[in-house]
């Protein structure tokens, strides 16, 4: 059964992250923000430490860490900066076709790139005209010869400029639906392969984010993950393995939604007393407390059970879907709290809502989400 306790290993993890993004992200944040800059010395410097592609396997060069280790990093990540944290996320995603896919010869070549020296990687799986209905991609893989040739365009690529490879979907014929796609990796020189230019967003700025683009690419078969047209299975086993760590990321949020707003209205005083006296205020306080339990102890439960083997339940989804729609209701409230002053950059608040509105979106909507759990509940499967 799950047991919501951690080990003293992830709570010594928990305070290097900490003490990472107290020192690292949360001075910067802003700045990166406002310019819409990469931190690459940022990035290295959690790499460095060890926080990131914390869960690729020893024999690899990683760390071996558990997937509930991994989101408790990202939970810190959200806090500081949800921008900086999915630059970390993505590699973590990149991975994991490969590590549900892949041949012990792509783990070594691909996973072995990301903890030999610092480096990104991208999930290509969205497109202009199919983003959640996976099935409906239209990036074509055409056998040619003893290979194969890739064409299409994949956007909102996270890590998309400074990606050393790209993990993705393809289909091997658009009226197959599901039952073609198919699952590639493919490194970032290869002849034809091309970065769009860098999106201008609402949120998480200091993410990288762009088309990639895929004319007429060269595959061998060494590039294929699987067999040809089991890439729906590999897409949706890496969505339940990535999730919790959305959640995670929205619990950050929502913590820092809650100390920053607990500071001002201690702080902020109106009609003769702080704010934290007027009943209003505390209704809100104590909705994001309460948000911030839920969302906490939803992603461990989700990353428990990917790490104890618990298959295509639903607990995945319900951590991504609740989380997201709790950390922007939280970062909503946090600029309430603000009033005016949340409206402004002079206050962090007003970047935790930009930034938190993504987490409703990326990897799967919250509608997205909901028909996942209601097609699991409508199927008779338990848990």
């Known amino acids: 059964m799950f047991n919501p306790t951690y080990s003293e290993e992830q709570q010594s993890i928990v305070a290097t992250a900490r003490k990472f993004v107290a020192e690292r992200v949360i001075p910067c944040a802003a700045e990166?923000?406002?310019?819409?800059?990469?931190?690459?010395?940022a990035f290295e410097g959690a790499w460095d430490l060890g926080l990131m592609n914390v869960e690729v396997e020893e024999e690899y060069g990683g760390l071996g860490m558990s997937r509930l280790t991994g989101c408790l990093i990202a939970e810190e990540m959200g806090y500081g900066c949800a921008g900086f944290g999915t630059?970390?996320?993505?590699?973590?995603?990149?991975s994991l076709p490969i590590v549900v896919g892949g041949s012990a010869e792509q783990k070594e070549r691909y996973l072995g790139e990301l903890t030999r020296s610092f480096s990104f990687a991208s999930f290509c799986c969205s497109e202009p005209g199919a983003g959640s209905d996976v099935a409906g991609m239209t990036t074509r893989l055409s056998v040619d010869g003893d290979g194969f040739r890739l064409n299409g365009q994949k956007r909102w690529i996270t890590n998309a400029h400074y990606a050393v490879f790209y993990a993705g979907f393809a289909t091997i014929d658009p009226g197959l639906r599901h039952k073609g796609i198919t699952g590639f990796v493919v490194p970032r020189d290869t002849p034809g392969v091309s970065v769009g230019k860098k999106e201008n967003k609402l949120g998480q700025r200091c993410s990288d984010t762009a088309d990639v683009i895929f004319d007429n690419v060269r595959l061998?078969?060494?590039?294929?993950?699987?067999?040809?047209?089991?890439?729906?299975?590999?897409?949706?086993e890496s969505f339940d393995f990535s999730r919790p760590m959305i959640a995670a990321q929205c619990a950050g949020i929502i913590r820092r939604a809650l100390d920053e707003?607990?500071?001002?209205?201690?702080?902020?005083?109106?009609?003769?007393?702080?704010i934290a006296q007027h009943q209003a205020v505390q209704f809100m306080l104590a909705d994001m407390a309460i948000a911030y339990e839920q969302a906490k102890?939803?992603?461990?439960?989700?990353?428990?059970?990917?790490?104890?083997?618990?298959k295509r339940s639903a607990t995945s989804a319900i951590a991504k879907a609740i989380s997201a729609d709790l950390a922007m209701?939280?970062?909503?409230?946090?600029?309430?709290?603000?009033?005016g002053y949340g409206?402004?950059?002079?206050?962090?608040?007003?970047?935790?809502m930009r930034d938190a509105k993504l987490m409703q979106i990326y990897e799967g909507t919250s509608e997205v989400q909901r028909i996942v759990i209601a097609r699991h509940l409508l199927s008779g499967r338990s848990g």
């Not at 990166?32 to 010395?41: F, I, K, Q, R």
């Not at 061998?220 to 949706?236: C, D, H, K, P, S």
């Open 32 to 41: 990166w923000d406002e310019h819409a800059t990469m931190p690459l010395d």
């Open 87 to 94: 630059g970390i996320m993505c590699n973590h995603l990149a």
């Open 220 to 236: 061998e078969r060494e590039n294929i993950l699987g067999e040809v047209g089991q890439g729906f299975a590999i897409a949706m």
């Open 261 to 274: 707003s607990v500071r001002y209205a201690q702080e902020r005083t109106t009609f003769g007393v702080p």
């Open 297 to 310: 102890l939803l992603y461990s439960k989700a990353a428990w059970e990917v790490d104890h083997g618990v």
């Open 329 to 339: 209701k939280s970062a909503v409230n946090a600029v309430q709290v603000f009033g």
């Open 343 to 352: 409206y402004t950059k002079e206050y962090p608040v007003e970047k935790l």
